[in-house]
């Protein structure tokens, strides 16, 4: 069955570093791929979404691009501040009927100052 | 525009006791779901409604479990009896019908503690 793979976390990065969260994802179609976060004290939040291969989603500084090639989609920031810190969670689905999101474990990340 | 939200925000029972977790989501939304994630695993789909049809409730893990949308608009999830295993938090998205790639928006969740 379907599957999404993310790198364990948890991450501490200090205020203005590089970050990458790797996701790999097994699917028997075609899905859209989407990163959703969590932060202390709250519901998921949509980060991006990208919804066919070579699509870029961003926001808030965040991208990640959908590689069918490598069945990849990695989400980085160039320079992470300490309200980055939260869970990330990379996940797929089909929409439609097959709506329901397959999410990965999840990481953690803290940012210090 | 409110978000989805949830009642309650915690609940501890104990085990054989029966708890009832209650969803509202976005007006005018028709896809309902909802997820679980116990402690240091994946978030875990558990059903899906379309108004007040179950599409799918594929991931609803036994019969102990109940999930109902009376009217197409809140939801709740029966949990009776509860069980140990059950504890975890609960969530629930909503999103529109007749989008390819619906946005589902969470709640906040209900952290279940089964004691």
């Known amino acids: 069955g379907d599957s999404v793979t993310q790198m364990e976390g948890p991450v501490t990065l200090s205020e203005e570093a590089f970050l990458t969260i790797n996701c790999t994802y097994t699917a028997t179609g075609y899905p859209s791929l989407f990163w959703y976060v969590q932060y202390p004290g709250e519901g998921l939040q949509l980060l991006l979404k990208a919804t066919k291969a070579d699509d870029k989603g961003s926001n808030k500084g965040f991208e990640a691009t959908y590689r069918k090639e490598t069945t990849s989609f990695h989400l980085e920031k160039g320079s992470v501040q300490v309200s980055d810190s939260a869970v990330y969670f990379c996940?797929?689905?089909?929409?439609?009927?097959?709506?329901?999101?397959?999410f990965g474990k999840g990481t953690k990340l803290s940012v210090k100052p | 525009e409110a978000g989805v939200t949830q009642f309650p925000s915690h609940s501890v029972i104990e085990k054989g006791q029966t708890v009832t977790l209650r969803c509202d989501p976005i007006s005018g939304h028709d896809n309902l779901y909802w997820y679980r994630r116990v402690m240091g695993k994946e978030i875990k789909f558990l059903l899906h409604?379309?108004?007040?049809?179950?599409?799918?409730e594929s991931g609803m893990p036994n019969n102990r479990f109940l999930a109902e949308r009376t009217g197409g608009t809140y939801s709740t999830l029966k949990v009776q009896p509860a069980e140990l295993e059950d504890s975890g938090v609960y969530f629930c998205a909503s999103s529109q019908v007749g989008q390819l790639t619906d946005t589902q928006y969470f709640g906040p969740g209900t952290r279940l503690t089964v004691l």
């Open positions: 996940a797929l689905n089909y929409g439609g009927s097959q709506g329901n999101l397959i």
């Open positions: 409604f379309v108004k007040e049809s179950k599409q799918d």
